[in-house]
């Protein structure tokens, strides 16, 4: 079955240390794989996704097909990440997603 | 700002009574959503819909019941025989295989 783990539910780091939020998934195709980030008071919105490869305020995520993992990554967090992040997957030509159960990022001063 | 809308912010209902979300996209999307989420427990998705006149299930569908009769709406109806309806409410929508796109939100509760 198709399924997105996301192992911690909080994690707590100081600001300016590097940050890892971990995602797993199990899918049998090829997945399109996403990071989402609902900050404070605001919807939830995207944030990256594998096949773009790119950098979005600082986080990257890479694909590691072999291990079945996105980790999202960030070598110095800021105050201004603190939120809820969820991975996400998809497939190309679908529309269904599923969503990991998020991880809360506190970033303290 | 467009996109996609939810109404309302906040719904207050008695027990055993029906209540209908709003949900309106004007980003020309084929496909919707709609995911509760609650503490703990990510997105869960209750319904989606592909197209007009057409949905599926999701994970947790029971107790909700859906319409999709125009492409810009997607209201989903929460009926007096989901258990536990308390919750927030995201409606979202996307195109095949890409990014989604989430409404505000609207939190219920059910007393």
């Known amino acids: 079955a198709q399924r997105v783990t996301q192992p911690e539910k909080l994690l707590s780091v100081f600001k300016g240390a590097p940050v890892e939020l971990k995602c797993n998934y199990s899918?049998?195709?090829?997945?399109?794989l996403f990071w989402y980030v609902q900050y404070s008071r605001q919807r939830l919105q995207l944030l990256l996704r594998?096949?773009s490869r790119e950098s979005i305020k600082g986080f990257t995520a890479d694909l590691n097909k072999g291990e079945t993992s996105f980790h999202l990554k960030k070598p110095f967090a800021q105050e201004e990440d603190s939120a809820m992040y969820y991975c996400?997957?998809?497939?190309?030509?679908?529309?269904?997603?599923?969503f990991g159960t998020g991880t809360r990022l506190k970033v303290l001063a | 700002d467009g996109g996609i809308t939810q109404s309302p912010k906040y719904l207050f209902r008695k027990e055993g009574q029906n209540v209908t979300l709003s949900c309106e996209q004007n980003?020309?999307?084929?496909?919707m959503y709609w995911y509760r989420q609650d503490p703990g427990q990510g997105l869960r998705l209750i319904y989606y819909s592909q197209i007009v006149n057409d949905f599926q299930k999701g994970d947790i569908a029971e107790g909700y019941s859906v319409s999709r009769e125009k492409k810009e709406s997607f209201p989903l109806t929460v009926t007096s025989a989901q258990k536990n309806p308390t919750a927030f409410y995201l409606c979202?929508?996307?195109?095949?295989?890409?990014?989604?796109?989430f409404g505000p939100g609207t939190r219920l509760t059910v007393t």
């Open positions: 594998h096949i």
């Open positions: 979202a929508s996307s195109t095949s295989g890409s990014e989604q796109y």
């Open positions: 996400a997957l998809t497939t190309s030509g679908t529309y269904k997603y599923i």
């Open positions: 899918y049998s195709g090829s997945p399109e």
């Open positions: 980003l020309n999307h084929d496909a």
